[in-house]
């Protein structure tokens, strides 16, 4: 291994070998190392070798997903700083990307943003982490939507939930599938603001139209987006006559979230006003991604 740098701390150092040490003992295949850790970026040569073992480098810094060796860069653009946060979007993103599998037992290396010092390494089985709303990888996202676009969608939502909208909280629901095949079970509160505009100047991987969709956020309704990145509609009423039973908490957003993603092949996520908790619904199943106080806590 490539000696550290002078200005990498001892601890650190030792921090890393244990880790690798618990992580041989727990028959891990990778270990998330968090980067933004630290105010310098850490080269990956000085990440100790270990055959069999990947490091998975999560990272805000990084632009897109690439992999060298046993080093797999994954670029996590959350705005939220919460660490369960991240290492939840980590696991999900990871395994869109094939990183990881979901039998796989994985390690979890960092510590508080910027702070130049590791202080929590944990491991999990990836199965049991996805379970209450996954039955495998292969069931993450419905047909046709790209890994980009959701991770797009649950950065903006995890967005509006830390900043809400002209300081104010806000509530909202995205519901991300083939359009077409939703339609039946969606109808307009209001004129579409998205009708006519080219399928270019709607897509939700274009960093410019971000202002756009905080802005329609406000309107009540869901955002209608196909698995492209297409924003379909803004303001959008979810109508499936079925009979809900939710949790203490949540509202008639989330009781359409559940009930759109039981309807059809689609994933909604949903942002609370009244919690600014963040959460995705799949097949009918909840996970959360953001939790209450999350945005504005390093240590969640």
């Given at each position: 291994?490539?000696?550290?740098?002078?200005?990498?701390?001892?601890?650190?150092?030792s921090f890393?070998?244990?880790?690798?040490?618990?992580?041989?003992?727990?028959?891990?295949?990778s270990i998330?190392?968090?980067?933004?850790?630290?105010?310098?970026?850490?080269?990956?040569?000085?990440?100790?070798?270990?055959k069999?073992?990947k490091?998975?480098?999560?990272?805000?810094?990084?632009?897109?997903a690439s992999?060298q060796?046993?080093?797999?860069?994954?670029?996590?653009?959350?705005?939220?700083?919460?660490?369960?946060?991240q290492?939840r979007?980590?696991?999900?993103?990871?395994?869109?990307?094939?990183?990881?599998?979901?039998?796989?037992?994985?390690?979890?290396?960092?510590?508080?943003?910027?702070s130049?010092?590791l202080?929590?390494?944990?491991?999990?089985?990836?199965?049991?982490e996805?379970?209450?709303?996954?039955?495998?990888?292969?069931?993450?996202?419905?047909?046709?939507?790209?890994?980009?676009?959701?991770?797009?969608?649950?950065?903006?939502?995890?967005?509006?939930?830390v900043e809400?909208?002209?300081?104010?909280?806000?509530?909202?629901?995205f519901?991300?599938?083939?359009?077409?095949n939703?339609?039946?079970?969606?109808?307009?509160l209001?004129?579409?603001?998205?009708?006519g505009?080219?399928?270019?100047?709607r897509?939700?991987?274009?960093?410019?139209?971000?202002?756009?969709i905080?802005?329609?956020?406000?309107?009540d309704?869901?955002?209608?987006?196909?698995?492209?990145?297409?924003?379909?509609?803004a303001?959008?009423?979810?109508?499936i006559?079925e009979?809900?039973?939710?949790?203490?908490?949540?509202g008639?957003?989330h009781a359409?979230?559940?009930?759109?993603?039981?309807?059809?092949?689609?994933?909604?996520i949903?942002?609370?006003?009244?919690?600014?908790q963040?959460?995705?619904?799949r097949?009918?199943?909840?996970?959360?991604?953001?939790?209450?106080?999350i945005?504005?806590?390093?240590?969640?």
């Amino acid at each position: 291994m490539t000696p550290l740098t002078q200005d990498f701390p001892s601890c650190n150092h030792s921090f890393l070998k244990e880790a690798v040490l618990l992580a041989k003992m727990e028959k891990c295949s990778s270990i998330f190392f968090f980067q933004d850790t630290f105010t310098t970026a850490i080269p990956s040569n000085e990440l100790p070798e270990e055959k069999g073992l990947k490091w998975i480098i999560v990272t805000q810094q990084a632009q897109e997903a690439s992999h060298q060796g046993s080093h797999y860069i994954l670029p996590i653009r959350l705005f939220a700083n919460g660490r369960m946060t991240q290492l939840r979007s980590a696991i999900l993103l990871a395994l869109l990307h094939h990183y990881i599998d979901d039998n796989d037992r994985v390690g979890c290396l960092g510590g508080l943003p910027h702070s130049d010092q590791l202080d929590t390494f944990l491991w999990f089985e990836v199965k049991r982490e996805i379970s209450p709303i996954f039955s495998q990888a292969s069931d993450l996202l419905p047909a046709h939507v790209l890994p980009e676009v959701f991770e797009r969608v649950l950065s903006l939502a995890t967005e509006l939930a830390v900043e809400g909208r002209e300081g104010k909280p806000i509530g909202c629901l995205f519901i991300l599938g083939e359009s077409k095949n939703l339609s039946p079970f969606v109808q307009p509160l209001v004129l579409n603001p998205f009708f006519g505009y080219s399928a270019n100047d709607r897509n939700i991987l274009q960093p410019s139209i971000d202002e756009t969709i905080k802005e329609y956020a406000l309107l009540d309704g869901a955002f209608i987006i196909n698995g492209n990145g297409i924003l379909e509609s803004a303001g959008s009423l979810v109508k499936i006559n079925e009979r809900i039973a939710l949790p203490g908490g949540f509202g008639t957003r989330h009781a359409a979230a559940i009930a759109i993603s039981k309807a059809i092949d689609c994933l909604a996520i949903t942002v609370s006003s009244s919690t600014r908790q963040v959460t995705l619904f799949r097949n009918g199943n909840m996970f959360p991604m953001l939790t209450k106080g999350i945005g504005c806590s390093n240590a969640e």
